[in-house]
């Protein structure tokens, strides 16, 4: 059974950086897509942006939100994929959460929070 662990959220300014790392475990990870999401209170879950497997610089996608402040990177010697997030505002507080998915399955991790103060 697959088990994600998402840190790295916190408190900061408006304008300041956050770097999110998940730990996956159980799984190959090499095999998995992965992929970040995030959800604030009363609202939907929201794609942040993913990257496929092999990590390749050109299988990262993000939603459209983002607007190049964040980048997702993956070292599958680590089992770990990263969510660094630059230029944060307000409205990008809430839970972060990673997911790893391939065909036929997709598995959680519980969540990080994220608040961004003005």
């Known amino acids: 059974q697959g088990q994600l662990v998402e840190s790295g959220g916190g408190l900061v300014q408006a304008g300041g950086s956050l770097r999110l790392s998940c730990v996956v475990s159980?799984?190959?990870?090499?095999?998995?897509?992965m992929a970040w999401f995030r959800q604030a209170p009363g609202k939907s879950r929201d794609l942040v942006g993913g990257i496929d497997k092999d990590g390749s610089d050109d299988s990262t996608y993000y939603g459209g939100f983002v607007k190049d402040r964040f980048s997702i990177s993956r070292d599958n010697t680590k089992n770990t994929v990263y969510l660094q997030m630059n230029s944060l505002e307000p409205e990008d507080s809430g839970v972060y959460l990673c997911?790893?998915?391939?065909?036929?399955?997709?598995?959680w991790g519980q969540g990080t929070l994220v608040t961004v103060s003005a």
């Open positions: 159980g799984l190959t990870f090499g095999n998995y897509n």
């Open positions: 997911a790893a998915s391939r065909t036929g399955s997709r598995y």
